[in-house]
């Protein structure tokens, strides 16, 4: 049996497509209306770094998905545990891995 499922892998599709389109309204809610003195009209100026991150790790977690790649670790190759990937369907490491990552990164 191939890991994740193919049914985890649509309920985790799922969580991504929820996620972006989070992430999506978000944006919106915070784009200035017409009221405000900002004149910024681009794309670009109504998502936050943090917004762009976050749709940029979606849409890696789908390549990887497509790829046949999501699930693994990055770094080690290992599995990623399902619990993890519900929890935070963009995880690209292992807990492992993502501890090491987080202490090198201090």
């Known amino acids: 049996m191939a890991y994740p499922t193919e049914k985890q892998l649509t309920?985790?599709?799922e969580l991504l497509d929820k996620q972006e389109t989070a992430v999506l309204i978000r944006?919106?809610?915070n784009v200035p209306d017409d009221t405000?003195?900002?004149?910024?009209?681009?794309a670009e100026d109504t998502f936050s770094n943090m917004e762009f991150a976050e749709l940029?790790?979606?849409e890696a977690a789908k390549k990887r998905m497509?790829?046949?790649?999501?699930?693994l670790c990055t770094e080690?190759?290992?599995?990623i545990a399902y619990a993890r990937l519900e929890?935070?369907?963009?995880a690209k490491r292992c807990?492992?891995?993502?501890?090491l990552h987080e202490q090198h990164r201090r």
């Not at 497509?66 to 699930?71: A, L, T, V």
């Not at 080690?76 to 599995?79: E, P, Q």
């Not at 929890?87 to 963009?90: L, S």
């Open 11 to 13: 309920h985790l599709r």
């Open 27 to 29: 944006a919106r809610v």
């Open 36 to 42: 405000d003195s900002c004149d910024t009209t681009d």
């Open 56 to 58: 940029a790790d979606i």
């Open 66 to 71: 497509s790829e046949g790649q999501y699930g």
């Open 76 to 79: 080690c190759g290992c599995t």
């Open 87 to 90: 929890a935070y369907p963009t």
């Open 95 to 99: 807990t492992h891995c993502q501890r």
